[in-house]
């Protein structure tokens, strides 16, 4: 097996289907977001969409979070008359069914039954308003942020990802996140994937998670990233400190030389292609020692 | 029951405990499939010894309806797995040998088969058809015939009480059995017990030779 054969076979054991269970589950969750907003803002005009992993097509069955933005449009005061007042409105009707904690511009969702009692359902609500009535642009409010108010744009998120070419070296570079507990926001690391690979959307999956690597060990010092939806007004700087630089070069370097001495299958382990092959081999193996008896039935 | 048989199964399978039940002896829990000292896989299980344990074959049930219950994975509707055909009995699990003897032997091939073909595989020591066509198929072997005839004349003599030299042979060739095929026949008798036999020439003359044509037309294992 070639190395792209096998990322393409990580990728594929990472692939959530659109009937799988945990798709299921992510709609069933979203379906009771939805209801708990619409019942308690019943006269207010909301847009809610699926944003991340999910409306990028970026999802990896190991760790994916469901993320839900609820935008009032701009003429409308009946969820709250300031950002700030929306996103605490928000707040409120989702503590109903959720013990909700505030994560920067997002709502997390956690259990708080007595079945679920604090349990991460991984689900992230961001409360917003559209700047204006062509409903693009949208105001975040931001917890404990310098900006109480942060500009960003659904839309073009998805797009710069979506049309990124390089889907498959994000969703290997958000498992590599994941694998090595880097305490990196996947909005950065997805713009730092498509900034490094820009030049390289036509090599293969192998050759360009090297390269990002490669860059990333050799020069992280001077890697930035902007906000595609708004440049100039979201410092992503804060983001990617010289800390969090020298984390990243260093599981570059770890990473490069894993592949370097033992293979492509010490970075991501062995796909389910390999561990089931692994297993049949096993089997036949012991049956080669094994009392060589046949079932039988005694009826037709 | 004997203290050491359980003794020697409870020390090898940690997780298989004996329980007796209106004087029925149950071996239950999970049992694990080991190779190479490492445990491959388990499947939850409840052996119900014979009244006549060890001379009778356990009945064996799998319990965590993790197999299919259907005829082509060797399990009846009531979850009793079909392990082996009970005249072959000599070859996996001779009278005499302990239970443990049966857990490693052919309980451990039928379970390991099962999670064989659960992977999509073949099964790996082959299986025998359902009913009279798997009792064909397996006296075909054993005697080298396909002539039910033949088969059932040997079967004659293997559910007899006694069988007397200046019988013909089963073989059909003439002469009496004392200067043919006495031996073979003496043999088999040893391994075969008069029930088994009994119960596979009513299987055979029922089905006649329609079972037969049949399993010749599903080419045998
Ligand atoms: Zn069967
Ligand atoms: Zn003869």
């Not at chain 1, 393409?8 to 379906?31: I, P, T, W």
């Not at chain 1, 007595?114 to 204006?132: M, Q, S, W």
């Not at chain 2, 490492?38 to 197999?67: C, F, K, M, W």
Request: proline fraction near 4%; charge should be neutral; charged fraction near 30%.
């Amino acid at each position: 097996m070639t190395a792209d054969e096998y990322l393409k076979d990580v990728l594929a054991s990472q692939a959530m289907g659109d009937d799988s269970e945990q798709v299921k589950a992510l709609q069933k969750h979203r379906a009771d977001v939805e209801k708990l907003i619409r019942d308690t803002f019943e006269d207010t005009a909301l847009t809610i969409r699926y944003a991340g992993s999910k409306a990028k097509g970026t999802m990896n069955k190991e760790s994916y979070d469901l993320d839900i933005i609820s935008y009032v449009s701009s003429d409308d005061n009946t969820a709250g008359e300031t950002l700030e007042d929306i996103y605490n409105n928000h707040k409120s009707a989702l503590a109903k069914k959720y013990y909700v904690e505030p994560k920067g511009s997002a709502l997390r969702l956690k259990g708080c039954d007595a079945e679920n009692l604090g349990v991460d359902f991984h689900i992230d609500v961001v409360p917003g308003r559209f700047t204006d009535e062509t409903q693009t642009d949208a105001y975040l409010y931001q917890s404990g942020g310098d900006k109480k108010r942060l500009k960003t744009n659904l839309d073009v998120h998805l797009d710069h990802v979506r049309d990124s070419g390089v889907i498959d070296a994000i969703r290997l570079a958000k498992l590599w996140k994941v694998r090595n507990a880097l305490p990196l926001r996947t909005f950065v690391l997805e713009l730092a994937v498509i900034k490094l690979l820009e030049n390289k959307k036509n090599k293969s999956l192998s050759t360009q998670m090297e390269h990002f690597w490669t860059e990333l060990r050799d020069n992280s010092a001077n890697l930035t990233v902007e906000d595609p939806a708004n440049p100039n007004g979201n410092d992503l700087s804060k983001c990617l400190d010289d800390n969090l630089k020298s984390q990243l070069a260093a599981a570059a370097k770890r990473t490069l030389d894993q592949i370097d001495s033992s293979g492509w299958e010490a970075v991501y382990g062995k796909t389910e292609k390999q561990e089931k092959a692994a297993r049949v081999e096993i089997l036949r193996r012991a049956a080669t020692v094994a009392t060589p008896s046949r079932p039988w039935l005694p009826e037709e | 029951m004997k203290e050491k048989e359980k003794a020697e199964v409870e020390a090898y399978f940690p997780d298989l405990h004996f329980v007796v039940e209106n004087d029925v002896v149950y071996v239950r829990g999970s049992f694990a499939l080991m190779f190479e000292g490492r445990v491959l896989d388990r499947y939850s299980v409840e052996l119900q010894l014979a009244r006549n344990h060890p001379a009778g074959l356990p009945v064996v049930r799998e319990t965590g309806g993790r197999i299919p219950r259907h005829l082509d994975r060797h399990i009846l509707s009531n979850r009793t797995a079909c392990v082996l055909i009970p005249d072959e009995r000599w070859r996996l699990w001779p009278v005499g040998t302990s239970l443990l003897k049966y857990l490693t032997g052919p309980l451990h091939s039928f379970f390991l088969a099962q999670a064989t073909v659960e992977e999509g595989r073949p099964w790996p020591f082959g299986q025998w058809a359902h009913g009279a066509k798997g009792t064909f198929q397996f006296y075909r072997e054993l005697l080298n015939t396909s002539d039910l005839r033949m088969m059932t004349a040997y079967l004659d003599y293997l559910a007899a009480k006694k069988v007397k030299g200046h019988w013909p042979c089963p073989c059909r060739n003439g002469k009496k059995l004392r200067d043919c095929h006495v031996n073979q026949i003496k043999e088999l008798r040893k391994n075969i017990s008069r029930k088994d036999a009994e119960r596979s020439l009513a299987i055979l003359k029922v089905a006649g030779e329609s079972a037969i044509e049949m399993t010749e037309a599903n080419a045998p294992q």
